[in-house]
């Protein structure tokens, strides 16, 4: 079989020319319902042929977690609040009507009964149509999150240079 | 009646889901070819012009159908090269 050969250098030329339009997507919450949206924002995005990037700090870093992980924050504070605040796409309370977990649930079965994607689904479609996901070094160290406990497919770690490079040049740019 | 090549069902999906697996979908298309999208979410009806102009494929139109339980919208797109 012939193997066409793409030079990085030509690859990165025409992706300059064609330039496509930039959005930047940071999430600072750990919400299902905010969650949701920003993944829907993403993936139709990335659908309608923009580049996305989003950016996860703060709240919005348990929803990048692995089910179940850990903190490993060494001191006491930072392991207590580890124990307390637990990630997970999956595991997602929503902001309004959680009522200790009973109305997500609710709301997932609603959700599954009319065949719509749940964050889990939506990350996978991000990651699907090449969305780049980039989570902030500072409230990882702050969480006590470990890169190793987030999931497969977390293009970088950075910070918030990395983030005002992107959104300067992006068209579309979302704080949620 | 639009004549087409290919047909997308995505009934039952709610939105991202018909755009994205129509963008997904428009690839196996051959330039010139035509697809057509079978949605009941009505936003389709709005989003489907909005993502032929935004990539670049041509929008060609709408028919509708009545059906049980729900309307069914067909979009219809044309690939650009």
């Given amino acids: 079989m012939a193997m066409t050969q793409v030079e990085p250098a030509t690859a990165l030329a025409d992706l300059h020319a064609s330039q496509p339009e930039?959005?930047?997507?940071?999430?600072?919450?750990?919400?299902m319902d905010k969650a949701m949206a920003a993944f829907i924002?993403?993936?139709?995005?990335?659908?309608?042929?923009?580049?996305?990037?989003?950016?996860?700090?703060f709240w919005g870093l348990n929803v990048i977690r692995k089910p179940g992980a850990a903190s490993v924050a060494k001191d006491l504070l930072r392991k207590a609040f580890g124990w307390l605040n637990t990630g997970g796409a999956a595991h997602l309370p929503l902001s309004r009507f959680n009522f200790g977990g009973m109305g997500t649930t609710m709301m997932k079965k609603v959700m599954r009964d009319n065949r719509m994607p749940g964050v889990p689904e939506l990350i996978e479609t991000a990651q699907d149509l090449g969305v780049t996901m980039i989570a902030c070094t500072t409230t990882?160290?702050?969480?006590?999150?470990?890169?190793?406990?987030?999931?497969?497919?977390?293009?970088?770690?950075?910070?918030?240079?990395?983030?005002?490079?992107?959104?300067?040049?992006?068209?579309?740019?979302?704080?949620? | 009646?639009?004549?087409?090549?290919?047909?997308?069902?995505?009934?039952?999906?709610?939105?991202?889901?018909?755009?994205?697996?129509?963008?997904?979908?428009?690839?196996?298309?051959?330039?010139?070819?035509v697809l057509e999208v079978l949605s009941d979410d009505e936003g389709i009806k709005k989003d489907m012009p909005a993502w032929c102009q935004t990539t670049g494929?041509?929008?060609?139109g709408f028919e509708e159908e009545d059906s049980d339980p729900k309307r069914v919208y067909k979009a219809y797109v044309k690939k650009a090269g």
């Fill in chain 1, 140 to 176: 990882l160290g702050l969480l006590g999150i470990s890169k190793d406990t987030l999931i497969d497919g977390i293009d970088q770690l950075a910070g918030v240079s990395t983030y005002l490079a992107e959104a300067k040049d992006g068209s579309v740019n979302l704080f949620i």
């Fill in chain 2, 57 to 60: 494929h041509e929008w060609i």
């Fill in chain 1, 41 to 57: 924002i993403a993936t139709g995005a990335a659908a309608m042929g923009m580049r996305v990037t989003m950016f996860f700090t």
């Fill in chain 2, 1 to 33: 009646m639009i004549e087409s090549d290919i047909t997308l069902d995505t009934l039952g999906y709610f939105c991202p889901m018909p755009i994205i697996l129509t963008s997904k979908k428009i690839k196996e298309l051959a330039t010139g070819q």
């Fill in chain 1, 22 to 31: 930039g959005v930047t997507i940071v999430l600072l919450s750990g919400e």
